[in-house]
């Protein structure tokens, strides 16, 4: 430990007590470390403070995270602090102590490390000492926990002034090793970092000790009958029926990307007497209400309410839920307020079924569910000792929409033309599937890429990015089940479906005469049979959200060009070509476009001509297997190879940001061939 420097030593502690879920939220909480170095201007020794820039998660913290700033010009501030109504001043002020480059942004919370005298402080965001933080006697409970060695600071919203009352406390009691944070948290304070971090366990340990040995028995009250979970299978189907309808319900205002909870956490809360009260009085913690808004949509209905009535009544609380919020904007906004940042609900809550929560992409929806069950453990905990006493309205509107917190929302990059958007690729594990599946992801979407094979789905998916960006599923399209379970699936990842290659094929090459009456059943099962399936399907869950939405068929060349030795083949695409007409015709109406592409002489990476197909062509012409490629370009007016990522982009523009009034259309993608010209 000696040997590492004191930045590094920070790190290190951060890292430990980050990865824990117990200490803090994700992204929640701070740390630093004081140490002196030697300024490179004057050949001196300089005071200097590392603390945990804005934005970063204490688990995964690295030292670029870190902001450095000069203690003495830090601590120069109070001299210049034009007082509370006029605190945030102070954050640009930091600008003016950093040493060198800075380092990462300082956060608001940098004044409680630089101003505390102590070499090393944390402020973390524990459900147990929230829990204590958030009990209406929290300042009592605080003096019978920890006598006088942890002090109770009553609510004050993260800043300046919060920086000077820990550092007036902590020099009032030189005995305490932290404080509580009403409403808020924890900070504790050591002379080394060993001891900080010992004091901010202990500090965290004995209120979860304290809880499990002196809460009430059912802190959430009795069981509520007829709220209690839903048996799995039951309850995955609920959720994946109503998930269209809630996505919809979430991003009346913006499009949102979802996720779904069925912890014990959750559905226990759900099925207890006091839920829709403890729901009302919302969450506490400063880090909360951008991420969950100040509370859930909670269905008041029984988990044996039929999905008809659940999407009936969610319609009807989703009207309430977004009067509720506006009035809430309205009492509370000023004249410098930002403007409202729509009124639809971040966490919808489902007895018997679950949580969905919701972002603008998978890992914004996912954090937004962790810190609504952080709640949940917070309420319990202060309802198992006390009453669940949050900071009230006004206060939390500060928060929500202070100016600060609204400037890092201007300062994020612009999203991707398909960032919320959430894609279904049939057939995607190889060939054109997995090119369009990568395009559509590298563009912001969310991808569900399902196949024959699990493994294979599941390794293209791997390949494309982690479980926030893609998931591989199994399905065979051919069969009516496979297909809803993979809908299922997908809705169940990220909460709805806007997006749907149909994309699953394969491709037997036979005269009329060799071709079987299976043949026949299989190109059309796999093809004709499965994209309509796969549209219906999709279609269910695009109409739900009233989002609109976009369905692409890979149909072929063959659709429209008639050569020897193709019927079952081009037979079924022209039947898909077909189908993106009827459906375009029909699902205008609910904003849903239907397009197709046409390729022609796709061979490298295509699974259909490295299975016989490939072989027989170049048999056909006389060409050697691996040359099939360059042999069709030659055919091709442009005389060029068509690749997977050729039918990828034109996918892409098809649904992507500019062509918002096309439906009913078919690209060819094959470098022009006059025979399959439109028209
Ligand atoms: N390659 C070309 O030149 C070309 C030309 C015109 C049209 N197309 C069409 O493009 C699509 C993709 O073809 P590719 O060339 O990438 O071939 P490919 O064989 O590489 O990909 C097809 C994928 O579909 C999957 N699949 C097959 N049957 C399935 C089923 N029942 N359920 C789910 N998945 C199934 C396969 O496992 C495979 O991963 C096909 O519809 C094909 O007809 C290809
Ligand atoms: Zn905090």
Known sequence: MTDLTVPQQLIARSNRLGSDPKNTNYAGGNTSAKGTETDPVTGQPVELVWVKGSGGDL??????????????????????????????????????????????????????HGL????HVDHLHPDSGIAIATAADGEALTSKIYGDKVVWVPWRRPGFQLGLDIAAIKEKNPQAVGCILGGHGITAWG??????????LWIIDTAAAYIAENSKAE??????DGYGALPEAERRAKAAALAGTIRGIASKDRPMVGHFTDSDVVLDFLAAAEHPRLAALGTSCPDHFLRTKVKPLVLDLPASASVEDSIARLKELHEAYREDYQGYYDRNATADSPAIRGADPLIVLVPGVGMFSFGKDKQTARVAGEFYTNAINVMRGAEGLSTYAPIDE????????WALEEAKLQR????????????????????????????LAAEGACVVIADLNLEKAQAAAAEIGGADVALGVAADVSDEVAV?????AAVLAFGGIDLVVNNAGLSLSKSLLDTTGEDFDLQHRVMAKGSFLVSKAAAKVMIDQEMGGDIVYISSKNSVFAGPNNIAYSATKANQAHQVRLLAAELGAHGIKVNGVNPDGVVQGSGIFASGWGANRAAVYGVEEKDLGKFYAQRT????????????NAVFVLCGPEMTHTTGLHVPVDAGVAAAFLR
């Open 59 to 112: 688990g995964t913290l690295k030292e670029a995270g870190l902001a450095v700033l000069r203690l003495d010009r830090m601590r120069a501030l109070v001299d210049v602090y034009p007082g509370i109504e006029r605190e945030d001043e102070m954050v640009a002020a930091f600008d003016y102590c950093l040493h060198g480059k800075g380092g990462a942004a300082p956060s608001i919370d940098t004044a409680m």
């Open 116 to 119: 505390v005298d102590a070499a």
């Open 191 to 200: 002379d080394t970092s060993d001891e900080a971090e010992a004091n901010s």
């Open 219 to 224: 802190p959430f009250g009795p069981a509520l």
């Open 394 to 401: 006004a206060e939390k509107f500060r928060i929500e929409y």
């Open 412 to 439: 994020m990059p612009k999203p991707k033309p398909l960032a919320s958007r959430i894609a279904l690729i049939t057939g995607a594990a190889g060939g054109i599937g997995k090119a369009t599946a990568k395009k």
């Open 484 to 488: 809803q379970a993979a809908i299922d």
């Open 637 to 648: 007016i442009l005389k060029k190879e068509v690749l997977p990522e050729h039918i990828a």
